[in-house]
């Protein structure tokens, strides 16, 4: 079971960095994105709060996803 737990853990965090990779890489070709100069929290491997200010992004960011095995943010 703890196996399970762990792969399941580690394949989530790939999704969230490869949606982290993807979204910061359009917003550094596309000056127009929705996410450029702004601090980005994904969870579960989606955007779940954008935001110019990383301690709002954080609170969005918790208050989607409490635990911060499961998050990411750029």
């Known amino acids: 079971r703890k196996l399970r737990i762990g792969l399941m853990s ?40 954008v935001s110019d200010s990383l301690g709002e992004m954080m609170r969005l960011l918790r208050q989607a996803e409490p635990d911060a095995a499961k998050t990411f943010w750029i």
């Open 10 to 49: 580690q394949s989530m965090d790939a999704l969230n960095r490869e949606l982290a990779r993807k979204l910061n890489e359009d917003a550094r070709t596309n000056p127009q994105s929705v996410y450029a100069g702004k601090f980005v929290g994904i969870a579960n491997g989606q955007v779940v709060a």
